[in-house]
């Protein structure tokens, strides 16, 4: 599996995703391995992934502090669109026109509830995701098979895989043997999802039908592969 630059780390959303702009799942293997400078065979040199180590950054979700449902709950609040509607709202009981203010109350109060709970269920699987998370993954180094830290991970690096591993980084498959992978907790489906290799022509396909594609903290239950 061919580590892909982050991008599930803003997470949830199913337009092209990815910190470059690049739609990994529409990308033939050589050119993902072209894309990302990196041999399928051999994997990334010391040299080269001390460099992308500094580019990049460690591959981590981000937020380690948990879920706080007053951060949450202070973000929909400060929200522009909520904010302009607070100033409306006390200007209209300034003038007196209760009926409008009371409207926009309602609003108010619907925008920051329902804000507040789509916004608090992503973070608690965002939690979840982050508990999950491998502490070491297998890779290609130099042409070795070695096994690092999965903070050590970098895009390009070649990632192997068999069942019982949780995927260290978002992926995009090399090679497949009977492989599917767990990724219920990420997109809601209930059965492990069975991975393929060839491209997947639509730029804009929902995440969980990318299925050339791996993703990080989610678990191996079948197969192998990289």
């Known amino acids: 599996m061919l580590a892909l630059p982050a991008f599930l780390r803003r997470r949830y959303r199913t337009q092209v995703p990815t910190a470059t702009g690049t739609a990994y799942h529409t990308?033939?293997?050589?050119?993902?391995?072209?894309?990302?400078?990196?041999?399928?065979?051999?994997?990334?040199?010391?040299?080269?992934v001390q460099a992308r180590l500094v580019q990049h950054g460690p591959n981590q979700l981000r937020g380690q502090g948990g879920v706080s449902a007053l951060r949450v709950c202070f973000r929909q609040v400060a929200n522009a669109m909520t904010l302009v509607l607070i100033a409306a709202l006390v200007i209209s009981f300034v003038v007196k026109d209760w009926i409008e203010g009371g409207v926009i109350a309602f609003i108010?109060?619907?925008?920051?509830?329902?804000?507040?709970?789509?916004?608090?269920?992503?973070?608690?699987?965002?939690?979840?995701?982050?508990?999950?998370?491998?502490?070491?993954?297998?890779v290609l180094r130099s042409g070795h098979l070695v096994t690092i830290a999965t903070i050590?991970?970098?895009?390009?690096d070649i990632l192997v895989f068999e069942?019982?591993?949780?995927?260290?980084?978002?992926?995009?498959?090399?090679?497949?043997?009977?492989?599917?992978?767990?990724?219920?907790?990420?997109?809601?489906?209930?059965?492990?999802?069975?991975?393929?290799?060839?491209?997947?022509?639509?730029?804009?396909?929902?995440?969980?039908?990318?299925?050339?594609?791996?993703?990080?903290?989610?678990?191996?239950?079948?197969?192998?592969?990289?």
Do not use: W
């Not at 033939?28 to 065979?41: G, N, R, Y």
């Not at 804000?115 to 982050?130: H, I, P, V, W």
């Not at 050590?152 to 390009?156: E, K, Q, T």
């Open 27 to 48: 990308l033939t293997i050589p050119e993902c391995l072209d894309q990302l400078t990196t041999d399928s065979q051999e994997g990334l040199t010391s040299s080269e």
């Open 152 to 156: 050590d991970l970098v895009p390009g």
């Open 108 to 138: 108010v109060a619907l925008n920051v509830t329902i804000g507040f709970f789509q916004e608090y269920r992503a973070e608690k699987t965002m939690d979840s995701l982050r508990k999950m998370a491998s502490p070491t993954s297998r």
């Open 163 to 226: 069942v019982g591993d949780v995927v260290g980084a978002d992926c995009r498959m090399c090679e497949v043997f009977n492989l599917e992978i767990d990724e219920a907790l990420l997109t809601g489906e209930s059965l492990p999802v069975a991975k393929i290799t060839t491209p997947i022509e639509d730029p804009h396909q929902p995440l969980g039908d990318r299925i050339n594609l791996a993703f990080a903290s989610t678990m191996v239950t079948k197969g192998r592969g990289r």
